[in-house]
């Protein structure tokens, strides 16, 4: 079908122009960071999201070492859950990313590998928010 882009294509788009290199302050108490690598290829990951007191991912950033699926991946899912709850990207799978930028099963685990940062960045994020007293919702 000639409307549809090929593997080449998107991840070479999200790879030669990927979304949303950064860093946030992993200090800041809005921030949360998920770091995971890839014991398959000893790729790395860093994903940041910072979130506003709804729970809602304002902004997604990240930062990898590895290979081109795994940039791309990284860059899509930084588009994708920007605006989700954290409930709703925590429901993001690798499954979502690999479709969308149609990778062979050989790369994989480079989509497995931002599924696994989202995870993270989402954990890290929660367990700041409920170590800051200050932070913490009034009790009703
Ligand atoms: Fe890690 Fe792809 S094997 S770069
Ligand atoms: Fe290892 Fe892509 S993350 S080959």
């Known amino acids: 079908v000639a409307s549809k882009r090929s593997y080449h294509?998107?991840?070479?788009?999200?790879?030669e122009n990927p979304r949303n290199v950064g860093s946030f302050n992993k200090k800041d108490l809005d921030v949360g960071t998920g770091l995971v690598g890839a014991p398959a290829c000893g790729d790395v990951m860093k994903l940041q999201i910072k979130v506003d007191d709804?729970?809602?991912?304002?902004?997604?950033?990240?930062?990898?070492?590895?290979?081109?699926?795994?940039?791309?991946?990284?860059?899509?899912?930084t588009e994708l859950i920007r605006g989700?709850?954290?409930?709703q990207a925590a429901q993001v799978t690798n499954k979502t990313i690999s479709k969308e930028l149609a990778l062979p099963p050989?790369?994989?685990?480079?989509?497995?590998?931002?599924?696994?940062?989202?995870?993270?960045?989402?954990?890290d994020y929660r367990s700041k928010r409920s170590k800051a007293p200050s932070m913490q919702p009034p009790v009703v």
């Open 54 to 77: 709804n729970g809602v991912i304002q902004q997604a950033v990240f930062k990898t070492f590895g290979c081109g699926s795994a940039i791309a991946s990284s860059s899509y899912a």
């Open 9 to 15: 294509e998107k991840v070479i788009d999200h790879y």
């Open 106 to 123: 050989v790369k994989l685990h480079c989509s497995m590998l931002a599924e696994d940062a989202i995870t993270s960045a989402i954990k």
């Open 84 to 87: 989700m709850t954290l409930d």
